[in-house]
Structures are given as structure tokens and as C-alpha cells.
């Protein structure tokens, strides 16, 4: 880490370069909590999606992955900044002239490095056990959607990361997570859930996310622009949880 | 740096296995892969431009009359001349047609383009498919793809897009989320929605099971009403499923253009034919559905067939060989599909040739040659049956420069080694076809004869010593109709008992499907369904236990995949032998599998085979 470069003003794509570089590291010398976040959601789909149930790969494919890397993202972002808070990490990091978008941009490398190899891991399985074809390009696009969709949940993630503190940050983004990926249908599709509980999917942006997997993989056709209207709504709205938490860690760390 | 250096070049080195393993991955066109997706557009177009060709000295069918010994020119992806003793330039690669019949390309005015449709119906002669339900995916692209002319491997699709039915009605049981009406007031904002989502016609279900001793919630009169009538307003047509005569007559009456099949309950009375001719509709009577369903004849000769057999991807051999279960205890209503069809057609009734692939006994572009035998056999000349795949469908569908040989006519044509107008089964017998004048790869017949000989000697002999079927789990699987659109489902579960093990089943057989079942079925070999010799065993001793008393035993054997199963009851709580030599058309030297199910509806419920050997 000695060598992060000191700059006065601006983001220069040096420092951004060091950010994301400092990541990779930080992925690659801690398999201990890359490999998990990794397989956890691939797993999650070769049990459920492939094996529990039959015939479905195709459409769970999307949902799971949809599911993978919102993980992802609320993880490396929430549960690593708070911790990484808790280390004084950000307080050394404040004495520096780093940009706060550096810091971010390198986190959010991290997650759409770990949302693209979870999409294609579970691309794999499916084609593989799965039996599911698609054009080369949807395969693509699949990835591509959802290594885009990271960033609400990457924001939302950091919004909750810096508002909260270390200890309280797992379980709270868990228990976000989980119910929100259960609610948007990523587990089961929201036509099956009890009747009281379709009508929050909307609400909820994995769900609008879902929607656009699915579009690409060619499983149900969407209103693209509708959907993409409304993560780009939510992940203002992260943006300024965001905002919030930074000013309140510039007071207390 | 130089741990810069070593990061970039790994982030780059992951980026790389990342695309390259999605490049890898499998497209639709590979075989054989469970085909859930509905995209039937993109793909590896970079197909040569197609230079002028002449077919000649051929017999041309032009969609409506028949022309000996005739030349055909193509350029472009349209024809440009036909008729006899027409100069063929130099430049032109010549075919010659002696012998031949060329057709235009084939219309199947009944199916479900889904997954990989149109290019597996091409290679049967299949250049157009008239979609009567799927999700509506990319209908711009498809509509773009059937308006040019570019070289294509695919047949053009027009659809209905997603159908008209009731909540939980016909249609809604394939898991895709289909938009339903409830009343005649959202008839016209449905119909808006359909044609908003690009559908090209209107498809409306009019079925309330009672053709398979179910029932199901169908949509009102008054909604059917309001719907024709709303189709009608925006120039759109508006076809029907039917499943009975009196629903039939329903859409009649609430002014449908058309019905997309027939129904086998009844056969048609004067009245009926005096309401249709009046109301001036057309019927796709689906006969190859309903053969499958109504225990009509097979699709061996398909599946066996000299030239197609070796097109078949395994999906479509599988699907072919299936029949509707409980189709052979409707046997004796399939005389009054065939009956139906010719009278109609005898009073003018314009027929056109629908399969409904990719249903049980169907598959993509090969049952359309079923379909055209079908409706010979029901009355129909050759020449008829050729008409309502070509130019019947052309007119009354409105798909414009299709279905012809004539200049300016698309470039969509058969070819035909001999003259269906002779023999319809002949139609059966594609050379080769091309789509917008090209011409599109096929498998070759000599492999296909390899094909179906791989296929006979996969049956290995094995001892005859006793096996116990409960010593392998992985012959094991569990089976429902769920597989087949039903709601039942099921599975299975090893638990221990004191010196052996049992399979214990989940079943939860639910009325959704005509003959709902569940249970759980062994293979005789490790594939689903393939044959394996047991001609050496003598009997079957099995046990079973559990609540109910409508377990049946089903006994899979035969050369043709798709045989009707032999069916036994099976007693519960106690040992029951069954003697092979009693079971008149077992054939144990091609058995395939031996399924235990539960089929009377009722909660879910858990019942163990505790004891299944072959002695």
C-alpha cells in the first residue's frame, strides 16, 4: 500500500489505477473470503436451480444470478467498508488526499469483477447441467446486465456500510438481502408467492434487475426502459445514503 | 511497478478466461438441450449471397396447379422465371429436376415457435410457421427477418403471441406468465396490448377440459364476443382453439375467422356445416395432434424414414415418439377427426395444414409430412393437401409473397425426389430446400440409415439373473406430468431399512392435466428410456406401500419409444408378482422402463417401493 500515489486535487486515473489495483490484491491474498462469496451464490444455483428444481434452469439462471451478484456487491461493499472502518482504515484513508470516488471506484471493481465470475460460473453449470442454450451474444449480455446492475446495490451497500456500525453490518445486510431477494422473486418467481407478497416486487429494485436478466436471456420480455428507469432511480436514492453516511463518518469515523 | 504490472496482467488474464468461457458456452443450435428460450431471431447469418440458380426439367407445384417438366429461376431470394422451355443463362448453377417435384416452401399453420423452431423446421421443408401461442420475444427482429430477403437457415415466423384465455385457463399451465382476461370489458385493451406487442393475429381459447375428462375455466361468450369483435375493428384475425363440437360452434357463432383445431367429440351434422360454410371460417384441423391424442395413427414411418430420419435432433426423435398418455383409450373417436375433416373439406371449408409441434407426437417441420398423409387419408387429394401447406395458408393468413412459384414469388422451395401429387407420403422425400434462395445444409440420407442402425444395437443383452432394481439408484428417477404441462409432481428420496433400502416417493398428483400421475420410474439403462434385452427375465416382484389404493404399474417396451406403456394395477402392503408371459405386448427384448405412480388426484402423499426386482 506504500505506494498509493498522493494527489492534491482531481481523480487522476493513476490513483484510480492504484485503487483498483490495491483491490485485486486484497481479492487475490484473501481467498479466504474471495472463494466463499464466490461459490456461495454458484451453490446456491447448482442446488436449487439445477438439482431441487428440474426443467427451470434456464429461467432460475437469471434470478440466481441476478441474486449472486447482489450479494456480491452489498457484501464487498457494506460489510468491507464497515469493517475496514473499524480498522481506522478510513480515518488513514481521510488523512490522505484520496478521492472518496477513487475509494469507490476500486471497491466497485472488486464487485464487478466477483458479479462477472459468479454469472459466468453459473452460465457454465447451466449450459453444462442445465441443458440451457442461448446465442452467444445473450450469454454475453447476461453477464454484461448484471455486472451493471452491481452498482444500486454496490451504493446501497456502501450507504449502509458507512452508516452503520462494523459489528451491526453482516447481519443487517443479511437481513436486507435476503428478504429482498426472496420478495423481487429471485428465488421463486413472484407469480408463485402467496398473493399479499407479489405486490411488493415492484417496489423492490433485484426484482427490476431479475426483470432485465431474464429480458436478455430471452426467458420474458420486459420494458427495458421502464426497469432501467427505476434501478437508475434507486441508485440515486442509494447516492444520497451514500452521501449521508460520508458526512457523518467525516464528524465520526 | 512491478507488482502494477503483475495485477494488470492478471485482472487481463481473468477478463480473458471470463469471455472465453462465455464464448464456449453452447448456442441454440446445438444439440441437444433442454430449449426453454424463445428467441428465434440473431445468429451466425454471414450465409453467401445466393447467385442466379436454375432448377430444370422439373415438375413444379405453384401452390395452386401442377406443371410438367418445367424450368425455375431464382436470384436474390426471389424467383424470376418459371414455365417450360425458359433459357437458362450461362451463368446460372443448374439443378437437375428430372424425376422431382419442386413445391414452395411449406406452411405449418399451427405451431409453437419456441427455442431453436425455425431452424429445425427448415430442414424438413418448413419455411413458415404460423405461431398460435408463444412469448412474445423480439417480435421486431422477427418480423424484420421474414420482411428481407437475406439468406437465412430459419423458417420465418408470424405469431399470435401470448393467447387469450381465462385465469388459470388452457394456456396458462406452461409456467409463462400469460396476461388473461376476466371479462368482455378488457377485451379491447388486450387486444390493443397484442397488436402493441407486434402479434400478427389473435388467438382465443375457447376449452373447458371437457374433451379430456377435465375441467378447466374457459372464457365467456361474451368475452369471445367482444374479443372477435375488437380483432375484427383493427383488421386483425381472430382464430380459436376448440377442443369440442359445441365450443366450435360457439366461435362460430361469435364470428371467428378460423378454428385452430378440430374437435373429435362429435362428428359435424348439417348444421354444423351449414353454420361454418355461412360464417365463411377456415379450420387447421391439427390431425397429427390429434392423432397423438385421440389414438390415431403413429409417426414411426417418420421416425424411420429413409431421408428425414437422420435430420432429427434427439429432442424431436423424443417428441415424436410421444403420444398424449390415455390417447389409446380414446382410439375410438379418431375416425371422427378424420370424418370431420373430409366433410368439411367436402363442403368447401377451407383447410389448412397445422401440426401444433412441438406437442407429444410432434415435432418442428418433419409432422407437417404426417399432417399432409393425415388429410389424404381423411378425403383430401394430394393436390388439396399441398394447397393448405402453401397457398390456402398464404391467403387467408395474409403472408404475402410466400407459399408460390411464380415470379417475384420469395424464393422459399422444396425439393422433392418424386411427385407427391402421386403419393402424398412422398412429400417426405426433401432433397433440398432453399430459404429466400438459399440453400440450406442438410444432413445427408446415408447417415441417417447409420443413425437408425446405432439406435437398434443399442440394445445390449444382458443375463437373466435375478436384479434388484433397488441396488442402483441412479436407474431411478422421478417422473410427473408436470413433464408434459400437467400439475402433478413428484420426487424420490432412498431412506434405509434394516437390511435393504426402499425408494420413497413424493407424489402430488393434482388435476391440471388430462391423466395427471406421479410416481417414480427405473430405466432399464442409465439414459432415460433406452432400450435394454431383458428377454431372459420372467418376472417382476414388487412392493409398495403407502395411503390410496391407485398405484399402477407401467411397463415401457418396444422399438418405437413412443408405445403405449402396459399397464397393471399394483396392490399396496403386499408382494406382487408379475408374470411377463401374461402381459400380451410386452416386449422384454426392447425394454425400456418400469414406472410405479400414483394417479388418482389427492394431497400430497408419501409412498416407498420397498422391494422391485426382475427375476
Same mark, same amino acid.
Given at each position: 500500500m506504500n505506494n498509493v500515489s498522493i494527489r492534491t486535487s482531481g481523480i487522476r486515473p493513476a490513483a484510480l489505477w492504484q485503487f483498483v489495483q490495491c483491490q485485486w490484491l486484497n481479492l487475490v491474498r484473501m481467498p479466504a473470503y474471495s472463494l466463499p462469496t464466490l461459490l456461495f451464490p454458484v451453490m446456491f444455483y447448482a442446488f436449487f436451480g439445477l438439482v431441487m428444481i428440474r426443467g427451470q434452469a434456464h429461467y432460475l439462471l437469471a434470478t440466481f444470478a441476478t441474486f449472486g451478484i447482489m450479494g456480491a456487491a452489498l457484501f464487498s461493499f457494506g460489510v468491507g467498508i464497515a469493517t475496514e472502518r473499524a480498522q481506522g482504515w478510513f480515518t488513514l484513508l481521510r488523512a490522505t488526499p484520496a478521492p472518496l470516488a477513487g475509494v469507490v471506484a476500486g471497491k466497485w471493481f472488486g464487485a464487478a469483477i466477483f458479479a462477472a465470475i459468479i454469472v459466468v460460473l453459473m452460465e457454465v453449470l447451466a449450459a453444462v447441467f442445465g441443458g440451457v442454450r442461448m446465442h452467444p451474444g445473450q450469454w454475453l449480455g447476461l453477464v454484461g446486465v448484471l455486472v451493471a446492475g452491481t452498482l444500486p446495490f454496490c451504493l446501497l451497500g456502501l450507504g449502509l456500510g458507512l452508516l452503520m456500525s462494523p459489528n451491526a453490518a453482516p447481519a443487517i445486510i443479511n437481513i436486507v438481502y435476503l428478504p429482498l431477494g426472496f420478495l423481487s422473486g429471485l428465488w421463486i418467481p413472484v407469480s408463485q408467492l402467496p398473493g399479499w407478497m407479489q405486490s411488493f416486487a415492484e417496489w423492490l429494485p433485484p426484482y427490476h434487475l431479475a426483470r432485465l436478466a431474464l429480458h436478455v436471456a430471452g426467458v420474458q420480455p420486459t420494458d427495458v426502459l421502464l426497469n432501467v428507469l427505476v434501478l437508475v432511480g434507486f441508485s440515486g436514492i442509494f447516492s444520497l445514503l451514500v452521501v449521508v453516511g460520508w458526512r457523518r463518518t467525516r464528524r465520526s469515523p | 511497478m512491478k507488482s502494477g504490472f503483475v495485477a494488470a496482467l492478471s485482472i487481463v488474464g481473468l477478463v480473458v478466461v471470463l469471455v472465453t468461457a462465455v464464448l464456449l458456452l453452447p448456442g441454440p443450435e446445438s444439440a441437444p438441450g433442454a430449449t426453454t428460450g424463445s428467441s428465434e431471431n440473431a445468429g451466425k447469418e454471414s450465409l453467401a449471397a445466393p447467385s442466379l440458380t436454375a432448377i430444370v426439367n422439373v415438375r413444379v407445384f405453384d401452390g395452386e396447379s401442377v406443371l410438367e417438366s418445367a424450368n425455375v429461376l431464382f436470384s436474390d431470394g426471389r424467383i424470376s422465371e418459371v414455365g417450360r422451355g425458359i433459357g437458362v443463362p450461362h451463368r446460372a448453377s443448374v439443378i437437375d429436376g428430372r424425376g422431382k417435384t419442386l413445391l414452395p416452401g411449406l406452411v405449418d399453420s399451427h405451431v409453437h415457435a419456441i427455442g431453436t423452431a425455425g431452424a429445425e423446421a427448415v430442414e424438413f421443408g418448413v419455411t413458415t410457421l404460423l405461431d398460435m401461442f408463444s412469448m412474445p420475444v423480439n417480435l421486431g427482429q422477427m418480423r424484420d427477418q421474414r420482411q428481407g430477403l437475406a439468406p437465412t437457415a430459419r423458417a420465418d415466423v408470424f405469431t399470435a403471441g401470448y393467447l387469450a384465455t381465462a385465469? @388459470?385457463?388452457?394456456?396458462?399451465?406452461?409456467?409463462v406468465p400469460v396476461p388473461t *382476461?376476466?371479462?368482455?370489458?378488457?377485451a379491447d385493451d388486450w387486444v390493443a396490448a397484442r397488436l402493441e406487442e407486434g402479434s400478427d393475429f389473435i388467438k382465443i381459447v375457447i376449452e373447458d377440459g371437457s374433451a379430456f375428462s377435465g375441467s378447466l375455466p374457459t372464457l365467456s361468450r361474451e368475452t369471445v364476443d367482444a374479443l372477435v369483435e375488437s380483432a375484427h375493428r383493427r383488421n386483425t384475425l381472430a382464430v380459436a382453439h376448440v377442443s369440442t363440437y359445441d365450443d366450435a360452434m360457439m366461435a362460430i357463432e361469435a364470428g371467428v375467422d378460423g378454428l385452430v383445431h378440430l374437435f373429435a367429440d362429435r362428428q359435424v351434422d348439417t348444421a354444423f356445416i351449414e353454420a361454418a360454410v355461412e360464417a365463411g371460417i377456415f379450420v387447421v384441423p391439427t390431425a397429427t395432434v390429434m392423432a397423438s391424442a385421440y389414438g390415431g395413427p403413429g409417426t414411426e414411418w417418420l421416425r424411420r424414414h429413409e431421408i428425414l430420419a437422420g435430420r432429427l435432433g434427439a429432442m424431436q426423435r423424443q417428441s415424436l415418439a410421444q403420444s398424449f398418455p390415455g390417447s389409446e383409450s380414446r382410439a375410438s373417436m379418431w375416425a371422427n377427426v378424420e370424418f370431420n375433416i373430409g366433410a368439411l373439406h367436402d363442403a368447401g371449408i377451407p383447410i389448412l395444414a397445422g401440426t401444433d409441434a412441438p406437442n407429444p407426437g410432434t415435432a418442428q417441420g418433419v409432422s407437417i409430412h404426417a399432417e399432409l398423409a393425415l388429410l389424404v387419408e381423411s378425403g383430401l387429394d394430394p393436390v388439396d393437401a399441398l394447397r393448405s401447406a402453401t397457398l390456402i395458408p398464404t391467403r387467408l393468413f395474409g403472408l @404475402?409473397? /410466400? @407459399?408460390c412459384i411464380r415470379?417475384?414469388? /420469395?424464393?422459399?422451395l422444396v425439393l422433392i425426389d418424386g411427385n407427391p401429387l402421386a403419393a402424398i407420403e412422398t412429400s417426405a422425400r426433401v432433397e433440398s430446400i432453399w430459404k429466400n434462395g438459399y440453400r440450406v445444409p442438410v444432413q445427408q440420407p446415408e447417415s441417417s440409415t447409420a443413425q437408425e442402425q446405432t439406435e437398434g444395437s443399442k440394445a445390449t443383452p444382458r443375463p437373466a439373473e435375478s436384479v434388484d432394481l433397488l441396488d442402483d439408484p441412479t436407474r431411478w428417477m422421478a417422473a410427473a406430468d408436470d413433464y408434459m404441462g400437467g400439475k402433478s409432481s413428484a420426487s424420490i428420496d432412498w431412506i434405509r431399512l434394516a437390511d435393504s433400502r426402499a425408494l420413497q416417493v413424493r407424489a402430488d398428483v393434482e388435476q391440471g392435466f388430462a391423466f395427471p400421475y406421479a410416481g417414480a420410474m427405473w430405466n432399464t439403462t442409465g439414459i432415460p428410456m433406452q432400450p435394454a434385452d431383458h428377454s431372459g427375465h420372467r418376472r417382476l416382484v414388487l412392493e409398495i406401500d403407502g395411503p390410496g389404493s391407485d398405484y399402477q404399474l407401467m411397463l415401457f417396451s418396444g422399438k418405437a419409444m413412443g408405445a403405449q406403456p402396459i399397464r397393471a394395477p399394483l396392490p399396496v402392503g403386499r408382494e406382487s408378482v408379475v408374470e411377463f408371459?401374461?402381459?400380451?405386448? *410386452?416386449d422384454l427384448a426392447t425394454l425400456r422402463a418400469i414406472g410405479v405412480f400414483a394417479t388418482s388426484p389427492s394431497d400430497e402423499r408419501r409412498f416407498t417401493i420397498t422391494r422391485a426386482r426382475l427375476e
Open positions: - | 385465469a @388459470g385457463g388452457h394456456g396458462t399451465q406452461y409456467g *382476461l376476466s371479462s368482455p370489458a378488457e @404475402g409473397d /410466400r @407459399g415470379p417475384g414469388c /420469395r424464393a422459399d408371459g401374461e402381459m400380451g405386448g *410386452l
